[in-house]
């Protein structure tokens, strides 16, 4: 999957910021996922899901969709995530979302994020 708006785009993996050479404002959004998998599901359907899961989040990030993803203390039988997403918009954000492998046995919710004034690496290109 291919966007013009990223495939344009610079990435600062120092600073983990991204901006665009012409200009386009990439969105970030905070993701949590509540992953709960359906009772009765075989081990073997898990299994094949969770791998082609971090095969698409491998190339989202390739692509510069996913920035970070992290794992909140859990309690036992938890499964969650937080990740940090660019995307040109909710809708584009939503598809990315949306064609994840386990995206049916998932909870999300995301909150779109804005940059602070007090922002320490602020957006719109490398700092020194």
Known sequence: MTNTAVTGATYDVDRGRQW????EEIMEFLVEFDLHIPVGT??????????AEAAAST??????????????PLAPGQRKALGLY???SEVQLDALLGALPLSD???????????HPNDPTPSGGPTA
Not at 20 to 23: G, I, K, L, R, Y
Not at 61 to 66: I, K, M, S, T
């Open 86 to 88: 660019r995307a040109d």
């Open 105 to 115: 046995w998932m909870r999300t919710t995301v909150t779109p994020l804005q940059p």
């Open 20 to 23: 665009s050479s012409d200009e």
């Open 59 to 72: 190339e989202l990030a390739r692509q510069g969709h996913l920035a970070r993803l992290w794992r909140p």
């Open 42 to 51: 075989p081990k073997a359907e898990v299994d094949e899901r969770v791998t």
